[in-house]
């Protein structure tokens, strides 16, 4: 008896070690599914890089009192289009409100350059 079973126990083992001596890997190629799945995250990525992009070139793209109008007009929770939509008089009202607080803020970054450039320096 012992005989008999000694084949199927050394099959057993035999196939156990192989099971665990085997690579861990397996190239295989990737399911159609998955390549989709792929290819759609790097589209959704690439859109995404090139929307910022977009965005930054856009921001590069404006002057610095550009950049203080817009910071203006959403601390007064205003838009270009708002404005424009206005009566002929109130849009003026709107615009000398704005136009005032650009020329405080550019002069205050003015300013602040000026004072740093100059903190150094003593006066005679």
């Known amino acids: 008896m012992r005989s008999a079973l ?21 190239i295989s190629r990737p399911s159609p599914l998955r390549e989709r799945e792929g290819a759609a995250t790097a589209n959704a990525d690439t859109d995404r890089l090139d929307a910022a992009l977009a965005a930054f070139k856009k921001e590069m793209s404006l002057t610095p009192a550009e950049r203080v109008r ?34 405080r803020r550019m002069k205050a970054m003015q300013g602040v350059g000026s004072t740093q450039a100059g903190a150094g320096v003593p006066t005679a």
């Open 6 to 26: 000694a084949p199927s126990g050394a099959a057993s083992f035999a196939a156990a070690f192989e099971a665990v001596t085997a690579p861990s890997f397996a």
């Open 70 to 103: 817009r910071d203006v007009l959403k601390s007064m929770e205003l838009t270009e289009e708002a404005i424009e939509a206005l009566p002929p008089e109130e849009r003026a009202e709107v615009e000398q409100k704005v136009a005032m607080e650009v020329a």
